[in-house]
């Protein structure tokens, strides 16, 4: 049955329920925890389950002493070897088996492939445990529609051209909110309570990189592209790699708290760094390379899934199932006349096995790419040595979101002035009527100046403490949450993603890095683009596939 | 004297005897009570079960009838008549005090309902039939036989008179009837109080009962704090009628009220229907589309668990199947078990053509693969996000595939005078959607003006295209014209298309409607 019901008598009780409502609110608000801190004691977290989940090291740290592993007792074959199953590596996989090139090995450390793109799935919904979207992509970047067509993210094209994309896979309305001086507000950019004289700020700012995306350099390029590699060369823009984006901001006299917050939020939650750690030209691009164009969506449209980008993971890994091997350790390298002898240990059979590839692509960081190639002269080196921040992310089942005043329940749901980047909503996208308990993903990256002690003190805290950490930082959007956080677990990843620190994307070695060495070993990575987002992988995979199958 | 006097002769203590007129007191108070719990049952009945005349004649017949069984009982209660009469007190309070409370619990249990009723009304009587005889027996060493008949009955009557003008003009209105019922169920108990404190010879069992008493007067307490908690939840303050039904499933909250003209259904707090017009709303969302497919076999009802619509679509016997698939058990159950309901519905959900299907209306759409020459979606208005999305894009395309070639759909899309652009954006958003769309609307006085949008894989679609059903009052060939037509502060306008990741419907309905909340 139907009717919002008469305009007399309904509405009247409409307004009582919301009067009612925000009466409760506002009590609930007068007694949550955070104003009764002083006098009541700590809510117990006792009825939460969970514990803490990712990566495993025990095989990976093996990569430290190469000495104790066994000796190899079989040998296999391959006329390519890629060593890491993140994005990138299956992107390679994929573009090479379309290349008509089959006989490709690619090995995995951990047992799923996906890299950041990790998922889990409990009784309420599937949830990510890092890259959760993509944004609606530039239609120049082909070859990223086609994959997008083949995942049936795009549908076709309409009669002018443009993608026309799978609206369960676009993100439902409404997208963002953000809680600023104890109100949701819808989307992100700070508005609510916010003063005149910011608020010109923020629009100069807006207007700015509005005009930054559609600007060219004098060589026809765009200022700013994804992939980055096909951004403008033209000094204008590249010299705003050699600056923080702090100083910037600094220098163009953007200064109001609230804009510097807005951009602080975006760099840590793109990049895992602060506008003081990652350059001018990094923080600019997040803003000004989005060019997404699409028959039924906005350019600031995302796709997004209940698993994150472990969807386009799934899509990936569906198209080169064969030759996959999760669970083992490359751990030694060494060219041969006709290729690369790699030695790789099985984790689940304790076995070695010797592999003989006519090429090898490391598909890996930084700092596993140096480990394994240790012995090798001409092994290419990153300076400055690609900086990662750690991160925390937590997925908590709820029955329930009880909050103050304002926007409703967002896809990203981000707290002014917080420590986090917000959480994300895993059963946003859903089409049947929310019943019973959801699941929200909560991304805290740990922007230290010092990645390494950051990490350190990451990898040291309890499960306990990091639940506490996160529900006080709930408790402060959602007063009386913790009662009703049924499931917990917490994921630290030691290594979260590249920051581009000034210097990095322009002044580096950064593309010297990336050349292939003798027609054997290939590198490919998002640490090789700077910038560690679903498009760079994908991009850096095709670009190391297609070097490899260049004639020799 | 063949009797024990039960009370001592001559009174030890100096001064007027007190003690008479206290129990005089009694029978005034009594009095009152006895009638309250009648007026409280007859109402109560009339509420819910409906026709007030049947429901009052009958219930004071019965009440009355107890009455006299108690009468007639009081002969076999001997010994300690104080003793039986304090006792009988606490008993008339207790059984009075939980009537109404007890008997708003019970209604969803409707099967026995008029038994326990019944059961309740006759206890009840019964209870209250002894305690007159019983007293006159107590005063009977007192007074002279003529004063004492005459001085109970006096006030007897007059306690009767002032029941029947506090209970209409104060009670109910400002107590309600469940607060009522514990209020006077407590002043029965406080009686056997005041009794227990006052007589002397009391003293042998007077710890004890007093005991009791507490227990009870804390017990009818306790129920009057609560009820007035449950009032309030059950929203009965937000409705203008008599709540006689509330219900908070996992999904929605049910809540019927009644007045003496028309029975309202209403979820969150949103009216639904009233069973005075909802014929014409269900005639107008069946009929348009039916009477032009008599060849039509299958049809998906998608919400609608009131069971109103199927009613409609009945009257068609080419039908060979409906499938109804409502989100909430709670309301298909209502609709299929509760007296009135079911009346008010015809036993639809119950005839045999009719599958009734529990869950969610767009995981079956993508999940079902039946072909149907009748689609009739019968939402909640798109208030939320949520609901938002069973209004889609993505959504209707869902639709199209369960379509049978030359199937229709019709969709209620909210009031076109309110919510125009909501309405035009249903419109376009169908259209957007594949379908070729005769939007139309009708008057419908509980709701207004109100619309609905006939969609189909093409546009053969008209309005005299076969019979009618007979017995119809609203929809004729005429009246379908009548509706097709939209004059200029209902006209269409230009609006845009609802998909999942813009939510525009759910962003006009709010200003739509907002100014009519404010």
Redesign the interface.
């Given at each position: 049955?139907?009717?919002?019901?008469?305009?007399y008598?309904?509405?009247a009780?409409?307004?009582?329920?919301?009067i009612s409502r925000t009466g409760l609110a506002l009590t609930g608000l007068m007694l949550s925890p955070a104003l009764l801190h002083s006098c009541a004691p700590a809510a117990s977290l006792a009825h939460i389950k969970g514990g803490m989940r990712g990566a495993d090291f025990s095989l990976g740290h093996l990569l430290r002493q190469p000495g104790k592993l066994p000796a190899p007792t079989r040998t296999e074959r391959a006329e390519v070897l890629i060593i890491g199953g993140g994005i990138t590596g299956l992107s390679a996989k994929r573009w090479l088996q379309r290349s008509g090139l089959s006989d490709v090995v690619l090995l995995e450390l951990e047992n799923h492939v996906g890299g950041n793109a990790a998922s889990g799935q409990n009784a309420v919904s599937a949830y990510p445990w890092g890259a959760h979207y993509l944004p609606i992509p530039d239609v120049r970047n082909r070859e990223l529609l086609a994959f997008l067509q083949e995942a049936n993210v795009i549908t076709g094209y309409s009669a002018d051209g443009l993608p026309i994309y799978n609206?369960?896979h676009?993100?439902?309305?409404?997208e963002e909110r953000l809680y600023i001086n104890g109100h949701w507000q819808q989307g992100l950019v700070p508005e609510f309570g916010v003063p005149d004289a910011d608020r010109q700020q923020i629009a100069r700012f807006l207007a700015l990189v509005e005009e930054l995306r559609h600007a060219k350099g004098t060589d026809g390029l765009d200022a700013f592209a994804i992939p980055l590699d096909r951004s403008s060369a033209d000094e204008q823009f590249r010299q705003l790699d050699a600056i923080t984006f702090a100083e910037y901001l600094g220098r163009e006299g953007f200064s109001s708290p609230y804009l510097r917050w807005f951009l602080a939020y975006s760099c840590r939650d793109d990049y895992g760094a602060t506008p003081e750690q990652v350059s001018a030209w990094a923080g600019l691009h997040y803003f000004a390379a989005r060019k997404g164009r699409a028959h039924?969506?906005e350019q600031a449209?995302v796709l997004t899934w209940p698993e994150g980008n472990g969807y386009l993971v799934e899509q990936l890994r569906r198209q080169t199932t064969q030759g996959i091997r999760p669970n083992t350790l490359a751990y030694q390298l060494r060219e041969t006349a006709t290729g690369v002898e790699v030695l790789t240990y099985d984790g689940t059979t304790k076995q070695t096995t010797r592999f003989e590839a006519r090429k090898v692509l490391l598909a890996t960081p930084h700092f596993v790419t140096q480990r394994l190639l240790a012995g090798l002269a001409d092994a290419p080196q990153l300076t400055p040595a690609p900086h990662h921040a750690p991160w925390v992310i937590a997925n908590l089942t709820v029955d329930g979101l009880p909050q103050g005043p304002g926007q409703?329940l967002c896809w990203d749901n981000v707290l002014y002035n917080s420590q986090s980047v917000g959480y994300i909503s895993a059963t946003h996208q859903q089409?049947?009527?929310?019943?019973?308990p959801q699941v929200i993903t909560l991304y805290w990256p740990l922007s230290h100046p010092d990645a390494n002690a950051a990490r350190r003190e990451a990898y040291q805290t309890s499960y306990n403490d990091w639940l506490q950490r996160v529900v006080a930082e709930l408790e402060t959007a959602h007063p009386g949450i913790t009662p009703r956080i049924q499931h917990a677990e917490v994921w630290v990843w030691g290594h979260g993603m590249v920051a581009p620190t000034p210097g990095y994307l322009w002044g580096s070695n950064r593309q010297a890095a990336a050349q292939p060495l003798r027609n054997k070993l290939y590198f490919a990575h998002t640490d090789l683009s700077g910038i560690s987002i679903f498009e760079e992988a994908f991009y850096q995979g095709i670009r190391a596939a297609t070097e490899m199958l260049l004639p020799a | 004297m063949a009797n024990q006097p039960v009370l001592p002769a001559p009174p030890r203590r100096a001064g007027p005897d007190h003690l008479p007129a206290l129990l005089l007191g009694s029978v005034f108070v009594i009095a009152t009570c006895g009638l309250i719990y009648e007026l409280i049952a007859g109402t109560l009945a009339s509420y819910l079960l409906g026709d007030s005349v049947t429901q009052f004649s009958t219930i004071i017949g019965a009440y009355l009838f107890s009455m006299g069984i108690g009468s007639w009982l009081s002969r076999f209660l001997d010994g300690q008549l104080l003793k039986w009469f304090i006792r009988l007190e606490i008993m008339v309070g207790l059984v009075g005090g939980i009537s109404a409370p007890l008997l708003f619990v019970l209604f969803e249990y409707v099967s026995s309902f008029r038994l326990i009723l019944y059961t309740l009304v006759g206890l009840t009587g019964i209870l209250v039939g002894l305690e007159i005889p019983l007293l006159m027996r107590i005063l009977e060493n007192r007074f002279e036989f003529k004063d004492l008949v005459s001085r109970v009955f006096t006030f007897d009557y007059i306690g009767a008179l002032l029941a029947s003008l506090i209970f209409p003009l104060v009670l109910v209105p400002q107590l309600g009837l469940v607060r009522t019922s514990l209020f006077f169920g407590a002043l029965n108990v406080a009686v056997a109080a005041v009794l227990l404190l006052r007589f002397e010879e009391t003293r042998s069992f007077r710890r004890s009962f007093l005991g009791v008493v507490a227990a009870s007067l804390l017990f009818l307490g306790a129920g009057f704090v609560y009820a007035e908690r449950i009032q309030v939840y059950t929203e009965t303050l937000a409705f203008q009628d008599q709540v006689i039904y509330s219900k908070s499933t996992p999904y929605q909250r049910i809540v019927l009220t009644k007045n003496s003209r028309e029975l309202r259904l209403f979820l969150n707090g949103n009216l639904q229907f009233s069973s005075s017009d909802e014929y014409r709303y269900h005639e107008a969302l069946v009929h348009p589309a039916m009477q032009a497919l008599p060849r039509a076999r299958r049809v998906l009802v998608l919400g609608g668990g009131d069971g109103l619509a199927v009613r409609e679509l009945l009257r068609y016997p080419q039908l060979q199947q409906i499938h109804l698939v409502d989100l909430d058990p709670g309301m298909t159950e209502l609709f299929r078990r509760n007296e009135m309901l079911v009346a008010l519905n015809q036993r639809a959900l119950l005839h045999p053509k009719v599958q009734v299907i529990n869950g969610d209306a767009y995981q079956w759409v993508r999940q079902d693969t039946t072909r149907y020459d009748l689609l009739v979606v019968d939402f909640p208005d798109p208030s939320n996000y949520s609901i938002g999305k069973l209004y889609s894009t993505s959504f209707y395309q869902e639709l199209h595939k369960l379509l049978a070639p030359g199937g229709l759909m019709v969709v209620q899309s909210t009031s076109p005078y309110v919510a125009r652009r909501s309405f035009w954006c249903i419109t376009h958003t169908l259209q957007a959607s594949g379908f070729h769309t005769i939007p139309y609307h009708l008057y419908v006085p509980s709701f207004g003006e109100w619309g609905y949008v006939l969609a189909g894989r093409n546009g053969h679609w008209r309005p005299d295209a076969g019979p009618l059903p007979k017995g119809l009052r609203y929809v004729t060939p005429q009246s379908i014209r009548q509706m097709l037509v939209f004059p200029p502060d209902m006209a269409e306008l230009p609006t845009d298309i609802n998909q999942l990741n813009n939510q525009a419907l759910v962003r006009y309905f709010e200003e739509d409607w907002g100014p009519y909340t404010h």
């Open positions: 049955m139907s009717k919002e019901g008469n305009a008598g309904n509405f009780s409409g307004r009582r329920e919301f609206e369960y676009l993100c439902h309305d409404p039924n969506a449209d409703p089409v049947t009527q929310p019943i019973g | -």
